[in-house]
């Protein structure tokens, strides 16, 4: 018996096995137990049996002993055991996707109906002690230790039980559900790259702890195939401690590796899809028709499996980066004996689904909230705008103006996932009803096509993240302070951070067909970084050192480049933090500087032409045209001949929509990709910044830069080398400013200058370093500085009107109501488009002042009671007001609005995902809900926004200031850096000044928010004309900041060591001024710009033309019988002011050394030069537009001969069609010819015999 049974063994065995003799075979027929030693298995066969991926192939596998249980009486509730003790395996890389061997159909097994054999085979359980795997490949090689693997059959909960209750089937429609559970104990990875490029770099290991993966396998019972499955991976918290050198190993490895799993990825995903595009759609998505009525029927629709997905699901990762000695280690003192950086992940979710079809909708997804994304309003967009340049691409047709309208209404309207749904099968024609009854051919066959059009996609989630300040050898037992951390406090707990997708397009089989470009989008919620110089500093080293080792090994395809990339961040906040110089019995010295936006979008897709907002070619259009208005004349102050323009020759085309990127024709797959993406946009909706922790605010905000909207265009060129910025601000932008507050801004540029000067210094020390350039243009239409002083009346105490704070005409004009402005500030927020997000409010209640601060009655008339009033109607107006759109605010969860049309919920309560079928999500749910992070109480405090202050200050300072306001128009500002050096040009038009000599602080914040609510409203953009072209007047402030990059120091051995030393100098000239000032506001301004500390002397150089200065004393005479003061008038009609490096200033018409600016030539001269330099820029211009005309005539031409050539081809072909039905007629004329001479041959043959 027992012989019988092991010749049946070796028979099915051997086809799986090489060389197995009975002798390897011990078997106890009755216990149900048996046993196999050193098991050498078919390599070959097991590849393909296995159905491992295209681009790996299994060398070697062997076993050294393998023991089976089998309980023959209850086969039906307990599963077969088969233990492993050791499994070898040897893999290798494949460079070419894997052919199947045609060998192994015959070792196949034959499908048939799921029966009692497949139940007993499904619930196997494999349990193996260690797994072996070598892997090999030409770039590295490595090796993966696994201990303790089992494989057993659980309940869709999890839990272990009766065999019978691990499977789920459906008799409706004829599916099943078999839940499985692989886990292992520990995991060891090494891997060491090969190579010249990677002769010194270290091996590579990585450890991972228990680890648990779910998997749910949906087969069809007539036939038994797998129609889908689901895939969960978790492991337990990660410990990850890397070097530059072993993430460079690891890197290297990815990136040899990426090739040839792309391209075997890519076929086996069409070949796949092509099967589930054949199946029929009632067992694709699975209803049972009994409904709430079956048990069994609501359990399998619970957990069925709608599609193949995979998930890794980690709860934390920590990261370590450490650096070693070399090019990634920066020269920095306090870097110089290396640094660690780490990286925590928090709920870490990554989700892959490869057979999406992109018409169905994503309700299916675990975890995933379509409706709270915006990603999928913008590609619903996407895939629309793709269908209709398809459609008129491949099969253009004209549109009757009832047509366009129609086609222009529906094309606004989102569709689900860009493609409509189930009917028809295809996405509908942009078409109108009427024309598509006359549908033709063509444009039917690609809406066919289009219908078939499948997605691969890939999601990121991340609940919590935190980059810690690197830490140094250094023996301070100071805690680790976050760099980058989450602020959660506000958003609600169960709202990610980070939501990344990465989308690609393709058709199943081997179709050749246009898809839409790959997709990438990404959704940061609030977030804080702190700008701390060391750590920014060891990222810069550390970082491109590492990046180098993917850059050699990047594919050279320029369609893996080309992608559309949509990066949006909800209320990040850029946080400066005071250092050691902070002095803390200064009540004014803020602690932090907060830079804040409600939101920031970084993307290479332009905006529909349609949408009124920033992104569009049109605002592109827009920023050139105002910089060329206020773009002064080549080498005209403060420019210079070797100036870089910031206006890049990508802008103007891009602009015009000339940088479109040539595909030819047919239907290849990247046809529709033309448009470039070489230009990218950021917005910034709006952007504010706070100073806090000041004690004389209560460690309340304080505002710095009211609410600005920015849009900015960068053009990459050479990489990311060279680097061209252009941007433009909107309306009015006020900016205030106390004493300390500008000590703060000087110690701040110091360290942001002497991170620029290490950044500069560690590019230079990279191998191959390019002299690269950064060029930033900015358009700022009007500025008001307003400089906060120390009143010169600390008497006036009764001065509590809000009417005593001065407003500019334009303001007034603005005003319709008094009290409009007053009692609803943040109404009017609302309607000037700037972001009011409502934080934590103080609502101030009626109480009695003190004695020492009731005022004294005034003699004469007194209004004071009526004041009183109104400021009583006032603050309970705008209390009430706050409150309720604080409750509003809070009810809403968090909202973000934007200066345009568009509106983005970024968290809604009430789209919140359904309980979770399988139990591995609900278990990572649970423990990312249990573990968070916790927030503390002066985190939520130093969450700000631009409203913060506007009540909250009112209610806890009441201290008398007085104001200097400046204001700027049409001002121009210029960074360029290029080739060690660095300059910066600055112009404006119209300064004037406004005081105000004794205000309440309070009061004060209130005015100055609501005129700039006023302003803001108010504002238009001016008209352009047909003197676009024609350059700005002669500037009445200019200003040009030169820092030239000087030669390091060297030691005894001659190396250079150090920083650079670096020299500088500011000219600047001020000219056709009128400034009305008090003599105790002059005063003051000159204490203003006091220092705390004594540097070096800048030298510079001011010239000043035409401007008068008038000087009011208002300061109390000493003696009573003094005649009252008289103002002083200053005419300066020319005066030159130089300071050299000593620190002597230098008055009058003498010219220093130094000097750059020559003297003022006469007026005609002057007007003949800017009439040569406006030629010469209009002849500079002209060519531009020259040569680019004559670049597009070149392709015209080339275009033509093409269509030319093509044309005589055709001819050619025609007529030598036409040749070869004459010869074939000829050929049929002579083969008659011959068959006739052949009859008639044989016919007196046939006679004679």
């Known amino acids: 018996m027992v012989t019988i049974i092991k010749n049946q063994l070796l028979k099915h065995l051997s086809r799986y096995t090489k060389n197995l003799s009975p002798e390897q075979i011990s078997l106890s027929a009755l216990r149900g137990s048996g046993e196999l030693q050193d098991l050498t298995l078919d390599e070959d066969l097991l590849t393909d049996l296995l159905e491992l991926p295209g681009w790996v192939r299994l060398t070697s596998a062997r076993c050294n002993r393998a023991s089976f249980r089998i309980q023959w009486t209850k086969l039906k509730t307990v599963p077969i055991v088969l233990n492993l003790d050791e499994v ?9 996707p894997r052919v199947m061997n045609p060998g192994s159909a015959g070792a196949m097994p034959i499908p048939g109906k799921y029966s009692y054999i497949h139940k007993v085979i499904d619930g196997i359980s494999v349990a193996v002690n260690q797994v072996q795997i070598e892997f090999k490949c030409d770039a590295f090689t490595s090796s993966v230790q696994i201990s303790r693997v089992t494989v057993e059959s659980r309940t869709p909960e999890g839990r272990k039980g009766d065999l019978r209750l691990t499977r789920i089937k459906s008799p409706d429609t004829g599916q099943l559900l078999i839940f499985k559970e692989l886990e292992w104990q520990s995991a060891r990875i090494e891997a060491k790259a090969h190579g010249v490029a990677a002769a010194n770099l270290p091996p590579l290991r990585l450890l991972l702890g228990n680890t648990h993966c779910r998997i749910v396998i949906k087969k069809r ?26 993430l460079r190993a690891a890197l290297a490895c990815a990136a040899a590796l990426a090739g040839p799993v792309r391209r075997a990825t890519e076929q086996a995903t069409r070949t796949k899809a092509a099967h589930k595009i054949e199946e029929p759609l009632d067992q694709i998505h699975s209803r049972p028709t009994s409904g709430d009525k079956d048990i069994l029927a609501r359990m399998f629709a619970k957990h069925d499996v709608r599609e193949t997905s995979y998930h890794l699901l980690a709860p934390r990762i920590d990261l370590h980066l450490c650096d070693d000695p070399g090019l990634g280690r920066s020269e ?32 299916h997804w675990r975890g995933y909230r379509e409706a709270a994304t915006p990603h999928s309003q913008w590609l619903s967009q996407a895939l629309s705008s793709f269908c209709t340049t398809l459609l008129e691409t491949l099969d253009p047709r004209p549109m009757t103006p009832s047509a366009k309208t129609s086609q222009s209404e529906r094309g606004d309207e989102p569709v689900g996932n860009g493609v409509p749904p189930r009917a028809p099968a295809a996405p509908a024609p942009p078409t109108p009803p009427a024309q598509a009854s006359a549908a033709s051919p063509t444009r039917t066959r690609i809406l066919q096509q289009l219908g078939k059009l499948m997605t691969t996609c890939l999601i990121l989630r991340i609940d919590d993240f935190t980059v810690y300040k690197v830490s140094t050898g250094s023996k301070s037992r100071e805690a680790p302070r976050p760099l980058v951390s989450a602020e959660k406090a506000t958003l609600p707990g169960d709202a990610g951070l980070l939501h990344a997708e990465l989308t690609f397009f393709y058709y199943p089989g081997d179709v050749c067909f246009p898809v839409p470009s790959p997709k990438l989008y990404v959704q940061l919620s609030p977030v804080r970084v702190s700008v701390d110089v060391p750590s920014l500093l060891w990222l810069a080293a550390f970082l491109p ?18 992608i559309d990339v949509r990066t949006e961040a909800i209320m990040p906040k850029i946080v400066l933090e005071a250092g050691p110089e902070h002095v803390s019995q200064q009540r004014d010295r803020p602690k932090e500087l907060h830079i804040c936006t409600a939101r920031a979008t970084f993307t290479n897709v332009r905006e529909s032409p349609r949408a009124n907002t920033a992104g569009t070619r049109a605002d592109l259009a827009s920023i050139i045209a105002a910089i060329r208005r206020t773009t002064l004349l080549r080498g005209q102050f403060p420019c210079s001949s070797d100036d870089i323009d910031p206006l890049h020759e990508q802008f103007l085309l891009h602009a015009d929509n000339l ?12 046809r529709t990709w033309r448009e470039s993406r070489r230009v990218w946009c950021a917005r910034v909706e709006p952007l504010w910044a706070d100073f806090c922790g000041a004690r004389a605010t209560a460690c309340k905000p304080s505002p710095l830069l009211d609410a600005t909207p920015l849009t900015a265009w960068v053009c990459f060129e050479e990489g990311f080398s060279r680097i061209w910025v252009i941007g433009r601000t909107c309306g009015l932008s006020g900016i205030q400013l106390n004493h300390y507050q500008l000590l703060f801004l000087l110690r701040q540029m110091e360290r942001i200058s002497e991170l620029t000067a290490w950044l500069a210094h560690q590019a230079s020390r990279m191998p191959e370093a390019d002299q690269g350039s950064l060029v930033v243009g900015l358009v700022v239409p009007a500025v008001e500085v307003t400089l906060v002083l120390p009143t010169n009346c600390p008497g006036q105490e009764s001065s509590r009107d809000l009417d005593s704070v001065p407003l500019d005409s334009s303001s007034l004009n603005d005003m319709k109501l008094g009290s409009e402005a007053t009692m609803a500030p943040s109404m009017l927020d609302r309607d000037s488009g700037v972001l009011a997000t409502q934080g934590t409010i103080e609502v101030c209640t009626a109480q009695p002042l003190p004695a020492d601060e009731i005022q004294p009655p005034s003699p004469g008339l007194n209004f004071s009671g009526f004041s009183s009033m109104r400021r009583g109607l006032t603050s309970l107006v705008t209390s009430l007001d706050s409150a309720l759109t604080r409750d509003d605010a809070r009810s809403d969860a968090a909202s973000t609005a934007s200066s345009d049309s568009e509106r983005y919920v970024v968290v809604g309560l009430a789209a919140e995902s359904p309980d ?28 700000s926004s631009p409203s913060d202050h506007s009540i909250t200050s009112s209610c806890k300072r009441r201290d008398m200031i007085s104001t200097c306001t400046l204001r700027l128009n049409n001002i121009y500002l210029v960074q360029q850096s290029a080739n060690a050096k660095s300059c910066m040009r600055f112009v404006a038009d119209d300064l004037k000044t406004d005081e105000c000599s004794s205000i309440p602080w309070d009061e004060f914040q209130i005015r100055l928010k609501n005129k700039f609510s006023m302003r803001a409203r108010a504002w238009s953009e001016p008209t352009t ?8 007047e002669t500037p009445r402030v200019a200003a040009r900041l030169l820092r030239t990059e000087l030669p390091r120091a060297v030691n005894e051995m001659g190396e250079p060591v150090g920083l650079a030393p670096y020299e500088e100098i500011l000219e600047a000239r001020i000219r056709d001024l009128s400034i009305a000032l008090n003599m105790s506001t002059a005063l003051a301004l000159s204490e203003f710009i006091e220092d705390e500390v004594v540097i070096p002397p800048m030298p510079l150089e001011v010239l000043i033309e035409n401007v008068k200065l008038h000087l009011v004393e208002d300061r109390p005479t000493r003696s009573i019988s003094s005649p009252p003061p008289q103002p002083l008038d200053l005419d300066l009609t020319t005066l030159r002011l130089n300071r050299d490096t000593s620190g002597v200033v230098h008055l009058g018409p003498t010219v220093s050394s130094r000097t750059v600016s020559p003297s003022s030539p006469p007026p005609e001269l002057q007007m003949a030069m800017e009439e040569i330099q406006r030629l010469n820029e209009e002849n500079e211009d002209l060519r531009k537009r020259l040569a680019t005309l004559n670049r597009i005539a070149e392709d015209n031409r080339d275009l033509r001969a093409k269509v030319e050539e093509a044309g005589a081809l055709r001819q050619c072909a025609h007529a030598a069609q036409q040749e070869a039905a004459r010869l074939l007629a000829d050929k049929h004329e002579l083969l008659d010819a011959v068959r006739l001479l052949q009859e008639q041959l044989s016919g007196p043959c046939r006679g004679k015999r």
């Not at 004309?1025 to 700005?1032: K, S, T």
């Open 88 to 96: 070898h395996i040897a893999l290798e890389v494949c460079t070419e």
């Open 221 to 246: 019972l007539s036939d038994c195939a797998v129609l889908g499955s689901r895939l969960v991976l978790r492991p337990e918290p990660l410990a990850w401690a890397l070097t530059d050198g072993q």
């Open 332 to 363: 920095m003192p306090q870097l110089a004996n290396g640094g660690a950086l780490q990286v925590t992940l928090v709920s870490m979710q990554a989700d892959l689904f490869p057979y999406h079809k992109a018409s169905n909708d994503r309700r």
């Open 545 to 562: 050192h590492v990046g180098a080792a993917v850059t050699d090994h990047a594919p050279a395809d320029d369609s893996a480049a080309y």
């Open 659 to 670: 940088d479109d990127v040539e595909r030819g024709a047919g239907a290849a797959a990247e």
């Open 916 to 943: 979770d079928a399988d139990v591995a999500f609900r278990e990572f749910e649970h423990g990312r809900l249990s573990s968070g992070v916790e927030v503390a109480s002066e985190v939520v405090e130093r969450s």
């Open 1025 to 1032: 004309g047909d003197d676009e072209l024609r350059p700005r």
